[in-house]
């Protein structure tokens, strides 16, 4: 296990490296200039060679990619245009944010999507298998920022059970796990969830149909094991592709969340990335881009090495 976690390691550093080439070009072969962000309309050309130079825009792109590799390899993703500040400490915070709404989303669509998609595949082509069949094309189907504002409207606007906003009375940096905090992670929680409830209902559904119709079931149930043990074997089988689809998931929720965030105003990297492309802010939008493309790389690596752990196969394959 061991030996397979650290090649899966090694396969990481070529995908890590072209993932940041692929950060660095995205940012610079979109239109605009990143320095209008903080020069004014009127500033001299003499002012803007200076603000160029010292930001490092004068230089060829090759230079400035390895330049700025060379900072990103030692911590130092550079300071916000905008306001300034550290990116990384700037990025860090929007993460943490984004993480926690991604893993309460996360388990809240894994929980009904396994139970969607096990009460479809063992009552296939009866009333329950069509309406979890329906729930899941549902979650899947329904734009999820229209999903948040009719929450908020229905929640927020005519019941005033839920704040719409905001992540807590005193805001993400005074976080606490208590009622009056919790209240604001409900709405948006659950609208993210929809989507991967969706994709994992159907994956299970599939998955636990095939598996029922394999012969070794037959077998357990012909030597007389009860519902219970044939369940047990079902879910052994059925968790590696699960697990995948779950880290899968949650990686697109990191990077994925621009839109809800925006909409209930979640100070996380998806809010983060919208204020960094309106705002035109290179550094920030670089640094935030590739910590949630880091992010992603590594949860795939934590997703293998646990595929194995549940199915020792893929490890002789």
């Not at 825009?57 to 550290?86: E, H, M, T």
């Not at 369940?231 to 990686?251: D, E």
């Not at 925006?262 to 100070?267: C, E």
Request: aromatic share 12%; net charge neutral; glycine share 10%.
């Amino acid at each position: 296990m061991l030996l397979f976690a650290l090649k899966r390691l090694l396969y990481v550093l070529p995908v890590a490296f072209g993932v940041s080439i692929v950060c660095f070009l995205l940012v610079h072969i979109t239109p605009g200039d990143p320095l209008t962000a903080v020069l004014p309309t009127d500033a001299s050309a003499e002012v803007q060679a200076q603000m160029r130079a010292f930001y490092g825009f004068d230089k060829p792109l090759p230079v400035q990619y390895f330049i700025w590799l060379g900072k990103v390899l030692i911590g130092d993703l550079g300071n916000s245009i905008a306001s300034g500040r550290p990116v990384l400490t700037e990025v860090m915070r929007a993460v943490s944010n984004t993480l926690m709404l991604a893993m309460v989303a996360t388990m809240i669509g894994f929980f009904f999507g396994c139970l969607f998609g096990f009460v479809a595949g063992y009552f296939r082509n009866s009333p329950l298998d069509r309406i979890a069949s329906a729930l899941s094309v549902l979650g899947v189907s329904v734009p999820h920022y229209w999903l948040g504002m009719v929450l908020v409207i229905f929640f927020s606007v005519q019941l005033n059970w839920l704040p719409s906003t905001g992540a807590g009375p005193g805001g993400s940096s005074e976080w606490k796990w208590d009622w009056e905090h919790i209240r604001y992670l409900i709405l948006p929680a659950v609208t993210m969830s929809v989507i991967p409830m969706g994709v994992v209902a159907r994956t299970i559904r599939a998955l636990v149909a095939d598996i029922l119709s394999q012969d070794f079931v037959q077998a357990l149930a012909a030597k007389g094991l009860g519902d219970g043990g044939i369940f047990r074997h079902v879910v052994k089988n059925a968790a590696p592709t699960a697990l995948a689809v779950m880290g899968l998931q949650l990686g697109y929720l990191l990077g994925g969340s621009i839109l809800i965030e925006t909409v209930f105003a979640w100070p996380g990297t998806g809010f983060l990335l919208n204020l960094a492309i309106f705002q035109r802010d290179l550094p920030l939008l670089q640094g935030t881009i590739l910590v949630l493309a880091m992010f992603f790389v590594l949860l795939n690596l934590l997703v293998d090495v646990l595929q194995t752990a549940f199915d020792p196969r893929i490890q002789r394959g």
